[in-house]
């Protein structure tokens, strides 16, 4: 079936540990994208890559790093978590990046606690 | 800023029909998306308008004006499936996403 599948669906770890949160597609999207969901608050941007070899910094990239060193591959780092980083991750694609493609598909999410 | 204004919360009665607005003050303008998120889910794709007017498709329709700055997503017969929240995010100069908080809507029987 295609889309975006992301692994762990949730994880509690303790702070200071690291953690790579996975995300695969299998759409060809072009561009890709990591966003945290809290409580009350819209959905922040965290990095995205707006194709295979390039990435960006979004809203809120403190405390976490990501590669595409291929099409299909986004996975995101967490370096030594910390409690805020607790939330939901959604890991999304769209085809590209102009407004008209702008579509984003989205994983079903990784709950992440941090203690 | 950059800012998405949606009301929190609503309730609405099946088969009724509710309109959920959003406001919003974005560098640039490049189009309005608006998702649906049941609870525990990822969100889904609904509707995109880039230029003033209405947009239907099947039950539910979005309306944009450019210049006031507004959106609505209408909901028409609601159905209990309806119950979920509703995201509105606008595409900036650049082309990112930024997202309103959401609206949770619930529907009664």
């Known amino acids: 079936i295609a889309g975006i599948t992301q692994a762990p669906t949730s994880q509690i770890l303790a702070a200071g540990r690291r953690m790579t949160l996975r995300c695969t597609q299998d759409?060809?999207?072009?561009?890709m994208y990591w966003y945290r969901q809290d409580l009350g608050l819209g959905l922040r941007l965290i990095h995205y890559s707006n194709t295979a070899g390039t990435t960006g910094k979004g809203e809120v990239p403190d405390g976490y790093s990501v590669s595409r060193a291929n099409t299909d591959d986004f996975p995101l780092t967490l370096a030594s978590a910390v409690p805020s980083q607790t939330s939901v991750y959604f890991c999304?694609?769209?085809?590209?990046?102009?407004?008209?493609?702008?579509?984003?598909?989205f994983g079903a999410g990784s709950r992440l606690t941090v203690l | 800023g950059q800012n998405i204004d949606q009301p929190t919360e609503m309730t609405a009665t099946e088969g009724a029909i509710v309109q959920i607005n959003c406001t919003y003050q974005?560098?640039?303008?490049?189009?309005l998306f608006w998702y649906q998120q049941h609870a525990g889910e990822a969100p889904t794709f609904l509707s995109y308008n880039v230029l003033d007017g209405l947009e239907e498709k099947g039950r539910f329709s979005s309306f944009l004006s450019r210049s006031k700055g507004y959106s609505y997503l209408l909901l028409k017969e609601l159905q209990m499936k309806d119950s979920a929240s509703y995201l509105c995010a606008v595409s900036d100069s650049n082309y990112q996403l930024i997202w309103g908080a959401g609206t949770k809507l619930i529907i009664k029987p």
């Open positions: 759409m060809r999207h072009n561009a």
């Open positions: 999304a694609s769209s085809p590209g990046t102009s407004s008209g493609a702008n579509v984003l598909t």
């Open positions: 974005t560098s640039g303008f490049n189009g």
